[in-house]
């Protein structure tokens, strides 16, 4: 594993991934299984994120997983990354955030990249339409 | 016995002289499926080459002839013939138990399609099965045709007699078919007890030998099995290629079965599998050429008597101790490392030797995933993770949403290795070591 996405991993297992779990009600509920957009197999794989708005804006983003390190490195920063954002701001969010704040460019951690942020698009689609 | 003893079969295998980055392959998945010797390799070859015509007595020019000799066999010319090959290699009586299918899935499929059941009998299966030996018998169930009982598996799977005996109160049941061995824990049954119990209730019995057959002396006139199905895949031998031995009361009676009699219908017909037809009528063969219809896999058939000389060549005794001396190995060496962990667990029983070829463990651990990917990626080391088709089994021992834990801390990863005659002591040292790195680097260690 690339050692700068290793590194971010182990302090996330020390502080005990600050941004997992569910919102109950949540705002808007994602998820993929078992899906080559989030690039962990076909060994059971899963990835469920939670958003929640106030006034147009998401206040928290949480998440469920079961994944590979670089997966959950990823979406732990995509949860810093949609706070404070309208949805069509967060629809246009881009990978370049997540490799300045990793220090990596990693090859399987920008997959795991590009296929949250390929999911949080899909997921918020229909809910960005109707902010409009 | 000792490990090196077997090292010298290893330059018969061609895959293991491959080198990525400079390394050679590890091959810990023969329980998926193994890697093939080069007298396998070429005996398909030289059937491509020297007489690539069709087999089952259809065409009786140079070329078929020698197809049909070497699938039937030619006793004046000295030829056994892969028919007979496969039922001297399980103890059949004549190869005329022998049904060449594709698989052991399509051999338990035929039996499931293929066997007179009448409305209300029962199937009654193990708590550990394969996919292939559940989802045929539940499909029956689903049509309203059987009903579909199993034992108990715990994690250490082991077998209650007498809990399976109180099973044949719950119904009529037809067929037992249960995985002989099975492909998580590697735990073998104790099936001559099993056949006996069923026989006495008037109960017909399969036995999914897909890990066994490979790995042990079978025996099926000591065993006094029904069926028995098995793959060549895993065992040396050319993809493509399954068999299922049926016992010649259920197939071979020239005169056809009485009304009622237990008995197996071919499931697939056509060209091949008759002796004459009309616009009203058929005449099936009776036999296994009854059941293989259409043109086959000669080249694969052919080739399954390479597989099995070959591995008698060996010894199955000796694949056998070779295997468990590595399980034993590898289990001793992982428990010290990690057994007190709490996150570590061999899964199956704890003694190796009911294992067998099999070491399957679980790591829970947040993000368990991608342990076997780092393995290839790190030292080509080759080996399994996922459910590896028992989803019931799984299911039932951890609960139906275990795959979607809520909590990071939850999280299971389930891997397995499966030995077979050419893997090494050295190579587990190369397993353990790096292993070991992915443990430290995700901080498991810690
Ligand atoms: C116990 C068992 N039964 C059945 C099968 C299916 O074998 P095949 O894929 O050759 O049909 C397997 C394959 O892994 C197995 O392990």
């Known amino acids: 594993m690339d050692q700068t996405i290793l590194q ?29 957009m989030i690039d962990c197999g076909q ?19 949480k998440y469920l997983c079961v994944c590979e390190p670089e997966a959950n490195v990823a979406v732990e920063l995509l949860c810093e990354l949609v706070k404070g954002k309208t949805l069509a701001e967060a629809q246009g969010l881009t990978e370049e955030p997540f490799y300045k704040i ?18 949080l698009r899909e997921g918020i689609a229909p809910h960005a339409a109707k902010q409009n | 016995m000792n ?3 077997l090292e010298k079969f290893r330059s018969d295998f061609p895959a293991l002289s491959r080198r990525r980055n400079g390394k050679p392959p590890i091959y810990f998945d023969s329980a998926c499926t193994s890697l093939v010797p080069r007298p396998v390799i070429a005996s398909l070859l030289q059937y491509y080459e020297q007489y690539p015509a069709c087999g089952g007595k259809r065409s009786s020019h140079w070329f078929a002839e020698e197809v049909t000799a070497l699938i039937e066999g030619k006793p004046e010319a000295g030829i056994t013939g892969a028919r007979r090959a496969i039922a001297e290699f399980i103890n059949a009586g004549s190869g005329q138990e022998i049904i060449f299918t594709l698989n052991t899935t399509a051999a338990i499929n035929t039996v499931a399609m293929g066997f007179n059941f009448k409305p209300g009998d029962a199937v009654l299966i193990s708590g550990r099965e394969h996919n292939s030996n559940l989802v045929p018998w539940l499909r029956l169930q689903k049509a309203g045709l059987i009903k579909v009982i199993h034992t108990a598996a715990g994690l250490e799977d082991a077998f209650d007699l007498e809990a399976y005996e109180r099973c044949f109160e719950m119904g009529r049941i037809r ?21 006996a119990i069923a026989h006495r209730h008037g109960a017909r019995v399969l036995l999914d030998g897909a890990q066994t057959v490979p790995h042990q002396p079978v025996d099926v006139r000591d065993l006094d099995v029904d069926f028995l199905t098995f793959s060549l895949h895993k065992m040396c031998g050319p993809r493509g290629v399954g068999v299922l031995y049926v016992k010649s009361e259920l197939i071979g009676k020239v005169e056809g079965p009485q009304a009622g009699e237990d008995h197996l219908e071919p499931v697939i017909v056509g060209g091949g599998s008759v002796s004459n037809t009309t616009f009203d009528s058929y005449q099936l063969h009776q036999g296994p050429e009854g059941f293989e219809a259409g043109i086959q896999n000669y080249a694969g058939i052919i080739a399954s008597a390479a597989a099995v000389a070959y591995l008698r060549q060996i010894g199955m005794e000796r694949i056998a101790a070779h295997e468990k001396e590595l399980n034993r190995y590898l289990t001793g060496k992982l428990l010290s490392r990690y057994g007190d962990r709490g996150w570590f667990t061999i899964l199956g029983p704890q003694e190796v030797e009911r294992r067998g070829s099999i070491l399957t463990f679980m790591v829970r651990r947040p993000n368990a995933m991608g342990i076997a990917e780092e393995l290839n990626a790190r030292s080509n080391i080759m080996i399994r993770d996922g459910v590896f088709c028992v989803h019931s089994y799984f299911n039932q021992q951890f609960g139906a949403g275990w795959r979607q834990p809520r909590s990071h801390w939850e999280h299971r990863m389930i891997h397995r290795l499966s030995f077979y005659l050419y893997n090494t002591l050295q190579e587990c040292d190369l397993f353990l070591d790096t292993l070991e790195e992915i443990f430290a680097e995700r901080g498991y260690l810690e």
């Open chain 1, 102 to 119: 990793a220090g990596s460019r990693d090859e399987k951690f920008s997959r795991k990249v590009q296929g949250l942020l390929a999911l």
């Open chain 1, 43 to 61: 060994t059971g794989s899963y990835m469920q994120l939670y958003l929640q708005l106030e006034d147009q804006r998401i206040t928290e983003m």
């Open chain 2, 175 to 195: 067929l037992v078919s249960m995985a002989f061995t099975s492909n998580v824990t590697g735990v073998t049954l104790p099936a001559k007890e099993i056949i």
């Open chain 1, 8 to 36: 971010l991993y182990r302090d996330l297992l020390k502080k005990n991934f600050p941004h997992s779990g569910e919102i109950k009600d949540a705002s808007i509920f994602i998820e993929a299984v078992n899906q080559p």
């Open chain 2, 3 to 5: 490990n090196q003893s």
